[in-house]
């Protein structure tokens, strides 16, 4: 029988390769200037303390971080991140709430894989990380997209759809939201608190981005509200440490946890016993903040600088004014086109990601995500200049 005639899962219908993945090829473009990506600085891995850490930790203690290890994680690991999300995230918790996972991308496949059915619904940010509205698809949800003004989620809108529609869960990024940079206020965070008890929804609230701050105040955690376990927090390494490392962790009641722990057996047995014990050495010696202190003064003179010079670039008409993060969100005035404008970016060598992928049902083709992490300052300046004329071209 001819391969060709191979039949997929289901759950692949209507499923594609990630957009950004497909742009990422263009980096391999000799002088591409990326605004694509979502990539820490190269400037910001650091490469030789992980190196010094590994070492040390091999030497110490190699014949154990090189054996199987424990699906629920690196004991270690686990106990360094009690005080870590006390101090960070304002919400106490016990190691037996805590699963380190491989990536926080993970943590978002085994919260589908503990509690999604073909079928159920899941409510999401509009617009959101096209790489978890992916994840969500896999396992057969529909999603329901509720749309967001400057202080993050419309909570009025969000109750509506809790109360009509009864969804499994809320996806959702409230500290410089991927793609759009916002922060979810404080008010709002208490009332997506108050709703998940109310009408018994799950939230999956993933917040990388927190630590990247480079002005304003600082906001406790939704999970910091949650009083009755509705709150799954998920959390990430990967931009403030490294993301080869891929150690994130989940954070939530004993019971879901337990069934994301068993979904976390078939699919890696356990996130590398190295990498937590890494991670683990960050947070107990003290090492995280100062690092992030230390990148977060070069982030910040990035958005700045494409700050400004969105401000005089052609063609747009608005974008959202971050106070940290990786990404800001900006829109083209009305009938132009981000998706096919593209094409003539990359023919000026410089890539960004048109913003319809990152909505649920699709549409804004006006809208494009930028991220500011990964060129240098000149890079910048040079990139925004390619994209003045791409954009100002009628």
């Given at each position: 029988?001819?391969?060709?005639?191979?039949?997929?899962?289901?759950?692949?219908?209507?499923?594609?390769?990630?957009?950004?993945?497909?742009?990422?090829?263009?980096?391999?473009?000799?002088?591409?200037?990326?605004?694509?990506?979502?990539?820490?600085?190269?400037?910001?891995?650091?490469?030789?303390?992980?190196?010094?850490?590994?070492?040390?930790?091999?030497?110490?203690?190699?014949?154990?971080?090189?054996?199987?290890?424990?699906?629920?994680?690196?004991?270690?690991?686990?106990?360094?991140?009690?005080?870590?999300?006390?101090?960070?995230?304002?919400?106490?918790?016990?190691?037996?709430?805590?699963?380190?996972?491989?990536?926080?991308?993970?943590?978002?496949?085994?919260?589908?894989?503990?509690?999604?059915?073909?079928?159920?619904?899941?409510?999401?940010?509009?617009?959101?990380?096209?790489?978890?509205?992916?994840?969500?698809?896999?396992?057969?949800?529909?999603?329901?997209?509720?749309?967001?003004?400057?202080?993050?989620?419309?909570?009025?809108?969000?109750?509506?759809?809790?109360?009509?529609?009864?969804?499994?869960?809320?996806?959702?990024?409230?500290?410089?939201?991927?793609?759009?940079?916002?922060?979810?206020?404080?008010?709002?965070?208490?009332?997506?608190?108050?709703?998940?008890?109310?009408?018994?929804?799950?939230?999956?609230?993933?917040?990388?981005?927190?630590?990247?701050?480079?002005?304003?105040?600082?906001?406790?955690?939704?999970?910091?509200?949650?009083?009755?376990?509705w709150v799954a927090f998920m959390g990430s390494f990967s931009?403030?440490?490294?993301?080869?490392?891929?150690?994130?962790?989940?954070?939530?009641?004993?019971?879901?946890?337990?069934?994301?722990?068993?979904?976390?057996?078939?699919?890696?047995?356990?996130?590398?016993?190295?990498?937590?014990?890494?991670?683990?050495?960050?947070?107990?010696?003290?090492?995280?903040?100062?690092?992030?202190?230390?990148?977060?003064?070069?982030?910040?003179?990035?958005?700045?600088?494409?700050?400004?010079?969105?401000?005089?670039?052609?063609?747009?008409a608005r974008y959202t004014k971050p106070e940290g993060g990786?990404?800001?969100?900006?829109?083209?005035?009305?009938?132009?086109?981000?998706?096919?404008?593209?094409?003539?970016a990359v023919e000026k060598k410089v890539a960004y990601v048109?913003?319809?992928?990152?909505?649920?049902?699709?549409?804004?083709?006006?809208?494009?995500?930028?991220?500011?992490?990964?060129?240098?300052?000149?890079?910048?300046?040079?990139?925004?200049?390619?994209?003045?004329?791409?954009?100002?071209?009628?």
């Amino acid at each position: 029988m001819d391969i060709q005639n191979l039949q997929f899962a289901e759950r692949f219908n209507g499923i594609s390769g990630s957009a950004i993945r497909e742009i990422f090829k263009l980096l391999a473009v000799p002088g591409m200037i990326s605004f694509a990506g979502g990539n820490p600085a190269l400037a910001a891995l650091p490469n030789e303390q992980v190196a010094e850490l590994a070492k040390e930790l091999l030497l110490d203690n190699g014949k154990v971080l090189l054996q199987y290890g424990a699906t629920e994680g690196y004991a270690p690991l686990r106990e360094s991140l009690v005080p870590y999300l006390k101090d960070r995230f304002s919400f106490s918790c016990q190691e037996n709430e805590i699963l380190p996972v491989t990536g926080s991308t993970q943590a978002m496949d085994l919260l589908c894989k503990a509690l999604i059915n073909p079928g159920d619904k899941v409510v999401v940010e509009n617009p959101t990380f096209l790489g978890n509205m992916q994840c969500i698809k896999l396992y057969q949800a529909e999603l329901i997209p509720v749309d967001s003004d400057d202080d993050g989620v419309d909570v009025d809108a969000l109750e509506e759809v809790f109360k009509k529609e009864h969804p499994k869960m809320f996806y959702v990024i409230p500290t410089f939201q991927n793609p759009t940079g916002r922060t979810l206020s404080l008010p709002r965070r208490k009332k997506v608190a108050e709703l998940a008890a109310k009408y018994g929804v799950v939230v999956a609230e993933d917040d990388p981005y927190r630590d990247l701050r480079y002005a304003g105040q600082e906001l406790p955690s939704i999970k910091s509200f949650d009083t009755e376990g509705w709150v799954a927090f998920m959390g990430s390494f990967s931009k403030v440490i490294s993301p080869g490392l891929r150690v994130g962790y989940l954070a939530a009641n004993p019971a879901l946890l337990r069934k994301c722990t068993i979904g976390k057996q078939s699919s890696d047995v356990h996130t590398a016993n190295l990498n937590q014990a890494i991670v683990d050495a960050y947070l107990r010696r003290g090492l995280l903040m100062p690092h992030v202190e230390s990148i977060c003064k070069a982030y910040g003179e990035k958005m700045n600088t494409m700050l400004g010079l969105l401000a005089k670039c052609g063609g747009v008409a608005r974008y959202t004014k971050p106070e940290g993060g990786l990404f800001i969100f900006a829109e083209l005035e009305e009938g132009r086109n981000a998706l096919d404008l593209l094409k003539k970016a990359v023919e000026k060598k410089v890539a960004y990601v048109p913003g319809t992928h990152f909505y649920a049902g699709g549409g804004h083709e006006n809208t494009f995500r930028l991220n500011f992490s990964m060129p240098t300052v000149e890079q910048i300046r040079q990139g925004m200049a390619s994209l003045h004329e791409v954009f100002s071209e009628k």
